[in-house]
């Protein structure tokens, strides 16, 4: 491993000092140098999972700025650092895929859906349909929140993220779910025309 210039030392060392001292110009640079090579590194780890790369490279930058205290120069440079932090998101991410197939199975056999409060004119075998279409990371935030009634807090507990971003996924889950039921609700509309 060659070493690294001590430019680049330097310049981390800045950039995370201003971090730490909440600096918005630091903030800038940190998110205009980092925030898409860190979404192109995930993008390739997720397999082109361009909804999932996108949360990885939100909650590492988050994780990140939140946790910049504990990063080390002499360790290593501050573009390691962020790749570590994103590949534990990742393998969350990936924790996440089985967590996704148990949230499936539990939607194909269970009631719990008619109590849903996703829309009051949904019925449990339209709202089972919907939840089936979505993203794995938001059928289980959306399940968590509205099939079993859980608070942000107890969400961001049960799958380890923070409760920021779990309101960011359930912001796009619902935006999602939206989407998804508006489109259910057209093809039936053309299906009765037809």
Not at 37 to 64: F, H, K, N
Not at 78 to 103: P, T, V
Not at 172 to 191: H, N
Request: proline share 1%; net charge positive.
């Amino acid at each position: 491993m060659k070493a690294r210039a001590k430019n680049e030392i330097k310049q981390d060392c800045r950039l995370a000092k201003g971090l730490l001292r909440g600096k918005l110009c630091a903030w800038e640079k940190f998110y205009n140098m980092y925030a898409e090579p860190l979404y192109r590194y995930s993008l390739v780890r997720l397999s082109g999972d361009t909804e999932a790369a996108a949360d990885i490279t939100q909650e590492t930058i988050v994780l990140a700025v939140e946790c910049v205290r504990t990063f080390e120069v002499d360790k290593g440079s501050l573009w390691s650092w962020l790749c570590g932090i994103a590949m534990n998101k990742i393998r969350e991410c990936q924790r996440d895929a089985a967590q996704a197939a148990k949230l499936q199975e539990r939607l194909r056999d269970g009631d719990r859906c008619r109590k849903c409060t996703l829309g009051d004119e949904a019925n449990a075998h339209d709202v089972k349909l919907v939840l089936s279409e979505l993203n794995p990371r938001h059928q289980e935030v959306l399940i968590h929140k509205y099939v079993e009634g859980q608070s942000m807090k107890d969400i961001a507990k049960a799958i380890g993220i923070s409760e920021k971003a779990v309101e960011s996924r359930l912001t796009r889950g619902r935006e999602a779910f939206r989407t998804e039921y508006a489109r259910l609700l057209s093809s039936k509309e053309v299906s009765q025309d037809g």
